[in-house]
């Protein structure tokens, strides 16, 4: 890592500390009687936070049953409704002219909906979803832009205890289409297209194509018209939502499901070419979004509006745009599009229109923001902000102290919450109000919460020490399989400890004993917050004609963290072409990728070339390409096959970075 401050020796360097104000510690809803609580009985503390966070149909006796281990079963003789809990209640409790979401669409037109309008839309959606054939325990595929309908469509499915699979609208029709199959959904929500960059951008189009494979059990297909753009029509399967939604009736009653009920999957990235399913089942996900999301980002559910910037198709927009902050009663913004549309300053007039305190979003977005300079985000009235988060990869303690004096005026905490789709929701944050904030550290566990640093023999490092992160103890919001693959839950997360969750993560402990995370040790990169896999990455290039073998590699970028930057060998027949056709090879190959899976998971660079760095036992040694990638000296090649292989590839680069 040479362009940013994220290498271990500078964070270690980093020593600045900021306490909570005066002012801020004495209204904070965190404590710091909230860790000797859960220190002094684990089980009781999440007990009491499920008692308080949630309502429950059946209230549980049981609070943990790891008999099962590694799938932990939580309050598992509780019964609950997600949807009751982030909806009705609140009406109930006669809040329901509060508002839930605050909808700004990219082109600037605007929706308000209040608790009341949600329980109105979601009862006539999931009445709909039944009166499709869906029942509790089917799966529905999600596939939408930001808007409303997203959330209303998780809530509607959550009410009739419906498993949903959200697939991001960033994702391909070959990535959507595996994810339906694997699911194996009855029904697709999507709609016409969504708007992205002042134009409106289809979604339509990528279910019809993951759909004529004819291989799926999708019997109905829902489209919510955004954008009005003409769209396929197929008989008998398509379906407009406004229509299927008009007659159906306002009234539906939720339906209580076991604590252990599935209550979605959501597909991420390994390191072997097949998206994991993870799924999470109800109350133990809830609890946790919930208290997390409360004591985190010191909801005050009455005063507060709280924006998460994140897609509803990753699991930040699962735990804290859907589930977390309306189970809490929030008041929040949902933004439809990008942060340069129209202009460069569109967060911050939002934060400005709406008077946001309280703002979760990715150091991408941050370094981007910084990029930009901080003369934007100074011609708007940012002190409405009191709360920032920061998720979704290592924030380099630049961006965090930037974060902090540009946007949020000097006086706001800053929380760098470690988590994954896996563990659900935050494991690792300080608490505003509590604790003295480091930049660049997530510091420490949230109450309730056991993790640790250990070394390759699985032993904890203690103070001081580096290796890897683990989870020690079960949480209530963990995942309880990669769904239809109960050997591979096994094999990559309770494998490499027996018996202990291993995160994926390097990891170090200050002598403080905070920690500092040190990014993926395994094949897979954080490309701008989001994870893709190496091999995935792999295939989806050999998968075209015209390349023999390809090496992918995270490459560190200023920006967006990782870059993925690919080598490929292409074969003998394809490569006349490419040597006429120059960098229209490149261009293609760049585009396949954004076709198999995603525009996101497109290299920054591709390299042609002749041979890869191999081991003698022909295993691709990604740190010799990774050296190349960002412009370092080429490391130890005394275990290649042949040794002059990186001479080659490293002139290559100089000659393409010179072009
Ligand atoms: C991976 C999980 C959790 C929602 C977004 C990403 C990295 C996440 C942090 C952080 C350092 C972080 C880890 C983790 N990561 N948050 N605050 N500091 N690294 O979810 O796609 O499941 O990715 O993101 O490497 O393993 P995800």
Not at 270 to 291: D, E, F, M, N, R
Not at 349 to 376: E, F, H
Not at 494 to 510: E, L, N, S, V
Not at 541 to 565: K, R
Request: aromatic fraction near 8%; include cysteine; glycine fraction near 10%.
């Amino acid at each position: 890592m040479t362009d940013q401050d994220t290498t271990l020796e500078n964070l270690l360097t980093e020593t600045r500390s900021f306490q909570p104000s005066p002012e801020f510690a004495a209204s904070s809803n965190a404590s710091p009687e909230l860790y000797e609580q859960a220190e002094a009985d684990r089980l009781a503390f999440w007990a009491e936070q499920a008692r308080r966070f949630l309502s429950w149909d059946t209230p549980f006796e049981e609070v943990l049953d790891n008999s099962g281990a590694p799938t932990a079963r939580w309050f598992a003789d509780g019964k609950l409704n997600a949807t009751y809990n982030a909806v009705d209640r609140h009406v109930e409790a006669g809040n329901g002219d509060r508002v839930a979401l605050l909808f700004e669409g990219e082109p600037g037109d605007t929706r308000t909906i209040t608790y009341a309008d949600l329980k109105r839309e979601v009862s006539k959606a999931a009445n709909t979803l039944e009166s499709l054939g869906v029942r509790t325990g089917d799966r529905v595929a999600i596939y939408l832009p930001m808007i409303p309908e997203a959330v209303i469509a998780m809530l509607a499915c959550a009410r009739i205890g419906a498993p949903h699979s959200v697939v991001f609208g960033g994702f391909s029709a070959e990535a959507l289409h595996s994810r339906i199959l694997d699911a194996d959904a009855k029904v697709v929500i999507t709609a016409d297209g969504g708007y992205r960059r002042g134009k409106p951008s289809a979604l339509k189009p990528a279910v019809d194509e993951a759909l004529s494979h004819d291989d799926t059990d999708v019997s109905t297909v829902l489209v919510v018209r955004r954008t009005g753009q003409d769209v396929a029509w197929t008989d008998g399967r398509d379906q407009w939502w406004h229509e299927a939604l008009e007659g159906a009736s306002e009234e539906h009653t939720p339906v209580p499901v076991e604590a252990e009920h599935p209550l979605y999957i959501l597909y991420t990235s390994g390191t072997t070419g097949k998206p994991k399913g993870i799924l999470h089942t109800t109350g133990g996900y809830l609890v946790q979004s919930a208290y997390t999301h409360w004591y985190v980002f010191d909801l005050k559910p009455e005063t507060d509006v709280y924006w998460c910037t994140a897609d509803v198709g990753w699991v930040t927009g699962h735990s804290y745009v859907t589930y977390g902050p309306l189970i809490n009663g929030a008041t929040q913004v949902l933004y439809e599009g990008t942060p340069d549309s129209p202009h460069k300053g569109r967060w911050w007039d939002i934060v400005q229109k709406y008077g946001v305190t309280i703002l979760y979003t990715a150091p991408t977005a941050i370094r981007t923001m910084m990029k930009w300079g901080a003369d934007i985000p100074g011609e708007y009235d940012l002190t409405s902000l009191r709360v920032l988060g920061s998720v979704g990869e290592p924030i380099n303690p630049e961006a965090w102290i930037w974060y902090r004096r540009v946007i949020g005026g000097d006086r706001t905490p800053v929380v760098d919450t470690w988590w994954q789709t896996e563990t659900g929701a935050i494991m690792i944050s300080p608490l505003p109000g509590v604790t003295d904030a480091k930049p660049g550290s997530a510091q420490v566990a949230v109450p309730g919460v056991h993790v640790d640093v250990w070394n390759d023999a699985g032993q904890p490092v203690g103070p001081g020490g580096g290796g890897y992160l683990v989870i020690n103890e079960p949480w209530p919001a963990m995942l309880r399989t990669i769904w239809g693959d109960h050997e591979r839950f096994k094999d990559t997360y309770w494998a490499r400890f027996p018996g202990t969750y291993f995160a994926g993560d390097g990891a170090k402990f200050d002598e403080d004993g905070d920690v500092w995370l040190l990014g993926r040790v395994d094949d897979v990169m954080n490309v701008s917050g989001h994870r893709l896999s190496t091999t995935e990455i792999e295939s989806a290039l050999v998968s075209h004609d015209w390349v023999a073998e390809a090496a992918v590699v995270g490459a560190s970028d200023a920006t967006t963290g990782q870059a993925v930057v690919a080598f490929v060998i292409l074969r003998s027949d394809a490569l006349e072409a490419a040597e006429a056709e120059g960098e229209k090879v490149v261009g293609e190959l760049r585009n396949h990728v954004a076709h198999e899976i995603g525009p996101i998971a497109k290299p920054r660079s591709i390299l042609v070339v002749s041979e890869l760095p191999k081991t003698r036992s022909g295993k691709i040694m990604r740190r010799l390409l990774r050296d190349v990638a960002e412009n370092r000296p080429v490391g130890d090649v005394t275990t290649l096959a042949d040794s002059s292989v990186m001479d080659s590839i490293s002139a290559g680069m100089q000659a393409s970075a010179g072009d």
